[in-house]
């Protein structure tokens, strides 16, 4: 056996300012929507066949917050010096990191979820909270104000109830604490979501989501 046998082969990186260059070219290019297409689809197959709690939203926010972090941070990508220039090589190690990324950000909101579960401002705490239940259903602008139906309090907890259990863990999680008056950016970091808008649309959803719901347990008493 040769005496060199067992030295190790240091591998050269791209520099940053090398791999930033071909990252900018590669975002300008043909190929780019192409690429993102594909492998969006990937992902999304991923993700409903290992996280199946995860709603499509949830999905869409793991890809959005991924994409980001891979494309405006190009200096957390390794790839060998050689391989840089090479655009099949290329493509197969960006893929390989934005499918890492993307991944984490989906198992980040798995976590949260189940964490949500068991916090206070969870669906069963919210439940049994009348001032968040009453403040929700005066917010819900789109429910007349019916007094024979407004005096059974505990008919109109039942519906909300109801109505809240068919949410997402992640809508319901997000919904209970606009209830509790958390701004939008809090929301945004205590359901890791990917921007204030998506928790602007989730929270919307949901509230509309709730008002039909009860409009049909109520039979279109509205």
Known sequence: MSAHAND?????????AEVAAVFERFTNSSRMR???DTHRRQFIVYARHHHPMLDDDDVDDAWQVGVAAVFTMPGK?????????DSTRFEAALAGYLHGTVRNQARRRVREIVTAMKRSESLDALAEDEDAID???????????????????????R??????????????????LALI?????????????GSAVAV????SEAKA??????????????
């Open 8 to 16: 190790v082969v240091a591998i050269e990186y791209a520099s940053a």
């Open 34 to 36: 192409a690429f993102i």
């Open 77 to 85: 990508f390794r790839i060998e010096a050689g391989a840089l220039a």
């Open 135 to 157: 403040r929700l259903m005066f917010d819900l602008e789109a429910l007349e104000r019916r007094t024979d139906w407004l005096a059974d309090i505990e008919q109109r907890r």
């Open 159 to 176: 519906f909300v109830e109801r109505c809240l259990d068919k949410l997402s863990a992640l809508a319901r999680r997000t919904f209970a």
């Open 181 to 193: 008056g958390e701004e939008d950016v809090r929301i945004q970091a205590q359901t890791n979501s």
């Open 200 to 203: 602007r649309r989730r929270i």
């Open 209 to 222: 989501s709730v008002v039909a719901c009860v409009e049909k347990q109520m039979g279109g008493r509205v």
